[in-house]
């Protein structure tokens, strides 16, 4: 089974443009991405795809793997699928280029999932945790997801899922960690298909694939991502460095 990690790098970003060329301890931030998902040493091979010259260079003048793709992705997704459609790959795991602090520890988890699915029912593998906070729970950039008792995804939104309507019935709220895992033949058919409603509402790639009928392993972590959505985040990113 090949598995490989992409990390795709838009340059521009609608609530943090060029956040992924921000100097964070003396690297850019895309770089910090690309150096953490080769220490994992999970990967046949990592490679960043962008539409960006600036992000190109950066990699590449570091010793790195980089791809150039078109400017009119809709998607992270899109951008990936562009980048592998002609290799030679099994498993494709997207990591997102604002997540610089890496875990190995999910992403074996993922990469476990995939080993035990010898009947291959699961298209995608992603991760999640619990959050408590309602501040946490209410934010819309945390994008929550239910799931069934097999732990595959019913649904993701920017709302609070499920609504809390009784309360002490032992729901629990999960965030979603965009990391996704994807099969080869789910990856390309995703990029085949048009967007409909649900994805274009609430602007999350990953109903796409549920609207189509992929089934989506969820797989429950202690270990939340660190991502830069903001200024504020990148200042706690430099802190946590240092």
């Known amino acids: 089974m090949k598995?490989?990690?992409?990390?795709?790098?838009?340059y521009a970003s609608t609530r943090f443009p060029a956040k992924l060329m921000q100097d964070l301890g003396g690297k850019t931030v895309i770089l910090r991405t690309y150096e953490a998902a080769i220490a994992t040493q999970l990967?046949?091979?990592?490679?960043?795809?962008?539409d960006s010259d600036l992000i190109f260079e950066n990699?590449?003048?570091?010793?790195?793997?980089?791809?150039?793709?078109?400017?009119?992705?809709?998607?992270?997704?899109?951008?990936?699928?562009e980048a592998v459609e002609f290799m030679d790959v099994d498993?494709?795991?997207?990591v997102q280029g604002d997540e610089p602090f890496i875990n190995a520890t999910p992403l074996k988890q993922i990469i476990e999932a995939f080993k035990q699915d010898s009947d291959k029912k699961i298209d995608l593998a992603s991760l999640m945790f619990e959050i408590k906070e309602e501040e946490e729970i209410t934010n819309p950039n945390n994008v929550k997801v239910i799931v069934d008792q097999q732990g595959f995804a019913l649904y993701f939104s920017r709302s609070v899922i499920p609504y809390p309507r009784e309360k002490n019935v032992g729901v629990r709220y999960m965030k979603h960690v965009g990391i996704y895992a994807f099969r080869k033949e789910a990856l390309m058919d995703f990029y085949?298909?048009?967007?409909?409603?649900?994805?274009?509402?609430?602007?999350?790639?990953q109903l796409r694939y549920l609207e189509y009928g992929k089934r989506i392993k969820m797989i429950e972590t202690i270990h939340g991502s660190i991502g830069i959505d903001t200024l504020e985040d990148l200042e706690k990113a430099r802190q946590l460095l240092k």
């Open 91 to 94: 498993i494709v795991i997207n």
């Open 59 to 81: 990699i590449v003048s570091n010793g790195g793997k980089a791809l150039m793709s078109k400017k009119e992705h809709e998607s992270g997704s899109d951008r990936i699928a």
């Open 43 to 50: 990967f046949d091979d990592v490679f960043v795809v962008t």
């Open 192 to 205: 085949r298909l048009p967007m409909l409603s649900l994805e274009a509402s609430e602007k999350l790639e």
């Open 3 to 10: 598995i490989i990690a992409v990390i795709p790098a838009r």
